[in-house]
């Protein structure tokens, strides 16, 4: 069955230093990898996408994530962090129905802290 | 340029009643989804429509939960008889995409409580 793991279910960080959120995965075929962040009170907010190609991929807010089949993982990296990033951040896989749109599977999330 | 909206934002109800909760997608968006969040949990998939077709409804927990997008725009999620254990945000999603796991967009949810 597809599922996501997401190890840390909190992280502190003090702003300015590098951020790295852990993601696991599985699944039986080519995954569709996200990362999502939420602010509290607000719905998910789309921070990059991997389908193929480039095993780095580039988000918004300068975050980037790296897609490791060898090891299940779909790492978010960001190498400095500000008081803004704070938030809740979730890693999703898409279904993929023989080629058809199908559902995201979330992890649990890990909550960022961001020390002055 | 509007995004996908939700209504009512916040749901107080008691239990043993019917609520309906309202989601509005992106125009021109044809892929509709609907998650359950609930408190310190990742979203949890329960329907999912293609314009006004439901293709999977696999993630919906009982009977007592229905969904509709009859003209294949605004969808409705009712939950009928409600019990404490729906409380919990209720999430809708949509995205441009007919074929693979496209990028999903979110709208900021309703917050039900059961009393």
């Known amino acids: 069955a597809q599922s996501v793991t997401q190890p840390d279910i909190h992280i502190t960080v003090s702003e300015g230093a590098s951020l790295e959120l852990r993601c696991n995965y599985s699944?039986?075929?080519?995954?569709?990898l996200f990362w999502y962040v939420q602010s509290p009170g607000q719905g998910l907010q789309l921070l990059l996408k991997?389908?193929?190609?480039?095993?780095l991929v580039q988000g918004i807010k300068g975050f980037e994530a790296e897609f490791k089949r060898s090891q299940s993982s779909f790492n978010l990296r960001k190498p400095s962090v500000h008081w803004s990033d704070a938030a809740e951040y979730f890693c999703?896989?898409?279904?993929?129905?023989?080629?058809?749109?199908?559902?995201?599977?979330f992890g649990k999330g890990t909550k960022l802290s961001v020390k002055p | 340029g509007a995004g996908v909206s939700q209504s009512p934002r916040y749901k107080v109800a008691k239990r043993g009643q019917d609520v309906a909760l309202r989601c509005d997608p992106i125009?021109?968006?044809?892929?509709l989804f609907w998650y359950q969040q609930a408190l310190g949990q990742g979203p949890e998939f329960l329907t999912y429509?293609?314009?006004?077709?439901?293709?999977?409804k696999s993630g919906l927990p009982s009977d007592r939960f229905f969904a509709e997008r009859p003209e294949g725009s605004v969808s409705t999620l009712k939950i009928q008889r409600t019990q404490q254990e729906d409380s919990a945000v209720y999430l809708c999603?949509?995205?441009?995409?007919?074929?693979?796991?496209?990028?999903?967009?979110f709208g900021d949810g309703t917050r039900l409580s059961i009393l």
């Open positions: 991997y389908f193929s190609g480039d095993t």
């Open positions: 699944y039986g075929a080519t995954p569709y």
């Open positions: 999703a896989v898409g279904v993929n129905y023989g080629g058809s749109q199908g559902n995201l599977i």
């Open positions: 429509f293609q314009n006004e077709a439901q293709l999977d």
């Open positions: 999603a949509s995205s441009p995409s007919l074929t693979l796991p496209g990028p999903q967009h």
């Open positions: 125009s021109g968006h044809v892929s």
